[in-house]
């Protein structure tokens, strides 16, 4: 825990007339658990995308551990230690979800060996062990087109957790996960977070898993940082309550995505 | 350069008037080509043999219809009933029984299903007409020719070159424009090619369209072989060439898009007249040239819209 | 399946060969089945990554004339082939690099404006090529031995054999490595490919160079069997015929290739002989039972009879 690794200067990006991001000013800092709320169209998911390279801010600039990244490309960033997982999970559909992990072990190796399989033992066995962290060992062989959302949802954390960043951004880990099964969910992903000692910002829909997991929030409100502190601080904020958990409460029946 | 003027003007007015008419012709085709990929986003290989049906159907109708003593006059009409016979019985019996049973299969499914039928309507086409030369021009005979002023000279040109093939697409032009964004019908077709999902969703009747869209493309492809036809003996193979210039002309203009076809149209037309004029060994490869090098700028072509996929 | 390909090839090579031993002229045949089953497997790796090349011909062609040029000057079967290989991966290279920036109909437009140039090119400089009259190929020394004609095409069947095993053996691995793997995720997520630090594009353009040499190969055989180039083993319909091939064969394995290669030459030759105006229509039909009856082509019906699943 020192210092920031990521630090987000007056990000401004504007979709038409939509600010996305009128002035984000972040640091995230090395070590800690940053959860990301606000109602559906703050800028939260364009966060994640300017970080990781996706898109590219009309001004400001995102320094990742004291060197500039802003306007690099995915592939860049990804190699320096930043890995995202998405929203609506991205996996191969015609791959296995053990292929999948192994595609992203792979690729933290470098590709380039095309007569050795892919499913070599080193690989395999990163692959397996981390499925086995995730819970997942009982559908390694199934493809991923015929997983249930909760389970696309771990693979596709698992793939962004099989690189081995040091910074992690997560785009709502948790929805479309059974209600029931959450908690379990997020404790795993938690512990393998920590043993990895992997920096995580996250954004998410459940006050609970913040309250419960985050060491700070951060409140986005239409392309801005309304507040910015602990949870317990920040959630029981009555502006806070009425402006984004309370439009989360009432706008969020269960089992509804969030676009 | 004046002086290369002096020699070669004549030359060069010919083939911009050339240029014209087969820009004319080219657009026909592919602007069907380009609404029919914009709705049912396939590529119809066998776009071109319902261009070469519709030729040869014309000159046949045509030398029947002529040896029954019809009036030159009707000759013209002739042409286009000819080419929406062909188009309104070929278009639903294709859509009907083959594209729609491949609507959800992969890209490279549809791309055979349409190259084996290609492949059926290229023998049909020796079946039925024979592997000689059919030519009928009485229409473009009707018309006569017209001394056209360049400089101190005249240049002879055909009338129906001239006038009817350029008339026909830019009246086709100008027509698909009202219709597409002035009735409803159009209107769908539009939302369909722009966001199929959303317009399904909203309860588009896709099928009715899919099979309009189809229709009219056959029709426009007969069309543009019906037109052809009076300016040159049809031999087999000549469906095969129109459509891979189609081809380039849909890739080139951007995907669905009729403006960026009459643009690419016009420039692939005068660009390969130029050539047969000029440097008859490129005349084959000047469309190709002028595609890769409007991609290499514009990679979703001149008029296409890129789509950003959301993550 | 995937357990019983080996033996499967053995079996399908042993059927070749008993073939070619009880009937002359299928060693013909099956020489050029071969050749282009060896073209197909490139076919199959751009599938793989969800793409359709509708101008693969280009190499086909390339290999071919490569032999023909460099025939009266090199005078070795063995040298030529590696020569067309090398050139082929070279221009396959230096096309790849520009059309593996683009996707799904715009690459399969942009090869097959590659291809319709090289014909063009092929046809119109007739000083150099003899344009449509092609150039013939005389039988040559392989390896530093002279040969008759009949042991001369032996050799050429046994090479073609010999490659086909060992190129299906290589590439079997390829597809299972990394490299293959990632390809195959082009199809279905390329962004998360660039989100894992894997350049999507040079997974592409990898299997573009490597189906460039496997075509140049395909094309060297063919010249040295048929022993005359025209320019039609480039023209678009070829290429056309390569993606048939593959989807005959069925996309799963290897061995796809080559058994559609074999029934397609097969069906091609027999049509040819018995309905001479109406070949083309029988294997269109052909095609199109093909792909509406039997998804998986015939290696997916070869993999149901064994019991297994086709991939």
Known sequence: MSGALLRATGLRLAFGGVKAADGIDLDVMAGEFLAIIGPNGAGKTTFINMTTGYLKPNAGSIAYDGRTITGMSPRAIVKLGIARSFQLPQLFLEHTVEQNIALAVASRHGIWSPLVPLLRPSYRDEARDLLDRFGLSAIADARADALNEGARKLADIAMAVALKPRLLLMDEPTSGVAASEKMTIVETLVNVLRDAKVTAVFVEHDMDVVERFADRVAVWSQGRIAALGPPAEVLSDPAVQREVIGIERHATPPGVRHA | ?311 | ?311
Not at chain 2, 228 to 248: C, D, E, N, R
Not at chain 2, 249 to 256: M, N
Request: charged letters at 10%; aromatic letters at 10%; glycine letters at 12%.
């Open chain 2, 1 to 311: 350069m004046a002086e290369w003027f002096q020699d070669n003007g004549l030359l060069l007015g010919l083939a911009l008037l050339d240029g014209l008419s087969s820009a004319g012709l080219i657009f026909l085709v592919a602007v069907g080509l380009n609404l029919v990929f914009g709705v049912l986003r396939i590529v119809n290989v066998a776009h071109g043999s319902l261009y070469a049906i519709g030729a040869y159907s014309a000159a046949s109708i045509g030398i029947f219809l002529a040896s029954r003593g019809l009036p030159g006059w009707a000759s013209i009409p002739a042409l286009v009933l000819s080419a929406a016979l062909v188009g309104a019985v070929l278009g639903p019996l294709i859509e009907r029984f083959l594209l729609r049973r491949i609507y959800a299969q992969e890209e490279v499914v549809q791309l055979l299903v349409t190259f084996a039928l290609f492949m059926i309507l290229e023998d049909v086409q020796k079946l039925v007409w024979g592997v000689q030369p059919i030519h009928h021009d009485q229409a473009m005979k009707l018309l006569g020719t017209i001394d056209i002023p360049f400089g101190a000279d005249f240049i002879p040109f055909t009338n129906y070159q001239l006038f009817v093939l350029p008339g026909f697409a830019v009246v086709t032009l100008v027509g698909l424009a009202w219709f597409l964004r002035r009735t409803l019908t159009g209107r769908v077709i539009v939302a369909v090619t722009t966001d199929r999902e959303a317009a399904t969703a909203m309860g588009i009747d896709a099928q009715r369209i899919f099979l309009l869209t189809f229709t009219f493309g056959a029709m426009l492809a007969a069309l543009g072989g019906a037109l052809s036809s009076p300016t040159a003996a049809l031999v087999p193979g000549v469906g095969a060439q129109t459509i891979v210039l189609s081809f380039a002309v849909v890739a080139t203009a951007g995907l669905g898009q009729i403006e960026g076809a009459a643009l690419t149209s016009l420039m692939m037309g005068l660009g390969r007249s130029i050539a047969v004029y000029f440097e008859p060994e490129l005349e084959v490869v000047v469309p190709y040239i002028i595609m890769v090098l409007v991609l290499l700028v514009r990679p979703q072509g001149l008029f296409g819209v890129i789509e950003t996929r959301r993550v």
């Open chain 3, 1 to 311: 399946m995937k357990r019983y390909e080996p033996i499967l090839g053995v079996l399908l090579a042993a059927g070749l060969v008993a073939a070619a031993i009880a009937a002359p002229w299928l060693r013909f045949v099956l020489t050029i089945a071969l050749a282009k089953g060896i073209a197909v497997m490139g076919i199959l790796l751009l599938l793989r990554a969800g793409q359709v090349s509708f101008g693969h011909a280009l190499y086909i062609g390339f290999g071919a004339y490569t032999v023909a040029f460099l025939a009266p000057r090199v005078n070795d079967g063995a040298v030529l082939l590696l020569a067309a290989a090398a050139g082929a991966g070279v221009l396959g290279l230096m096309v790849g690099l520009f059309v593996t920036r683009y996707r799904q109909i715009f690459f399969g437009m942009l090869n097959l404006a590659m291809c319709m140039v090289f014909y063009s090119l092929l046809e119109k400089l007739y000083h150099i090529t003899k344009g449509s009259d092609g150039i013939r190929v005389e039988i040559m020394p392989i390896a530093g031995q002279a040969l008759d004609r009949v042991t001369y095409e032996w050799t050429v069947f046994g090479i073609a054999l010999g490659l086909a095993f060992v190129l299906a053996f290589l590439l079997r691995l390829y597809l299972a490595s990394p490299m293959g793997e990632a390809l195959a995720g082009i199809k279905t997520r390329e962004t998360r490919l660039e989100f894992m630090g894997v350049p999507a594009r040079g997974v592409l353009l990898a299997a573009y160079v490597i189906s460039a040499v496997v075509g140049g190969i395909g094309g060297a055989l063919i010249a040295m069997t048929s022993r005359h180039v025209t320019p039609l083993l480039s023209y678009w319909t070829a290429s056309g015929e390569l993606v048939f091939i593959a989807i005959l064969g069925g996309a799963g394995g290897v061995l796809g290739p080559f058994l559609g290669a074999a029934a397609y030459e097969l069906v091609r030759v027999y049509a040819a002989a018995s309905f001479a105006d109406a070949w083309q229509m029988i294997l269109g039909a052909v095609l199109l039972l093909v792909i509406l009856f039997a998804p998986g082509g015939l290696w997916g019906m070869a993999a149901r009879a064994i019991g297994g699943r086709g991939r």
